[in-house]
């Protein structure tokens, strides 16, 4: 009994593992080639004022988007209970006001986590026949938001922040931990994680 018990933690923290050294190999990734839409994963917003998290993955796209990697921005993530804006309206206001052109610009104003928002980018996307993405979002975050959105059947790359407050000092541990309990809730599952409490 002990030896199979052993067996199965080994097993165990094999996979565990694995999915670490993904989550840090894809972090550090940063996938620019022509795609058809950058889609902006998002993160909270205040009564429309993107939090600083969420304004550093979107101050990335606009790079992506002025270095010509794609037409059209996608600004993702729905609002919670009392907002009166969501995180894609939010985003696309705020990406506006930095000098994006409007006609660029398209929020998805729907999802409460990421393979919700995602689901919702994915009937746009393929409603214009858009097929490739370069997704941005926190480096830790790119390797499930890039699994999903591969799983729902976009041509997938990713370009993750790589300054910020996801960046800081104490929070790596914590979010690599979170989205490795993400990553394997949604292997076992196939649906939506709502793994942990949000670290930022």
Request: proline fraction near 4%; avoid cysteine; hydrophobic fraction near 45%.
């Amino acid at each position: 009994m002990l030896r199979y018990l052993g067996g199965a933690v080994l097993v165990a923290v094999l996979i565990v593992s694995g999915v670490v050294v993904r989550i840090l190999w894809v972090a550090d990734r940063d996938e620019r080639a022509a795609a058809d839409a950058i889609v902006v994963l998002g993160a909270a917003q205040y009564d429309g004022d993107p939090s600083p998290v969420f304004q550093e993955r979107l101050d990335h796209a606009a790079e992506l988007y002025r270095a010509g990697v794609a037409p059209r921005i996608l600004t993702i993530g729905g609002g919670q209970t009392g907002d009166r804006t969501t995180e894609g309206a939010a985003g696309a206001a705020y990406l506006a006001d930095s000098g994006i052109d409007l006609s660029a610009l398209i929020a998805v104003g729907t999802g409460d986590d990421t393979l919700a928002s995602l689901r919702a980018a994915q009937d746009l996307l393929t409603t214009n026949s858009w097929e490739s993405v370069v997704l941005v979002t926190d480096p830790w975050h790119a390797a499930r938001a890039g699994m999903m959105a591969s799983d729902l059947g976009m041509s997938v790359q990713v370009s993750p922040v790589q300054q910020g407050p996801s960046m800081r000092d104490g929070v790596k541990p914590a979010y690599v931990l979170r989205e490795a309990l993400g990553v394997l809730y949604y292997r076992l599952t196939g649906g939506s994680s709502g793994a942990g409490s949000p670290v930022i």
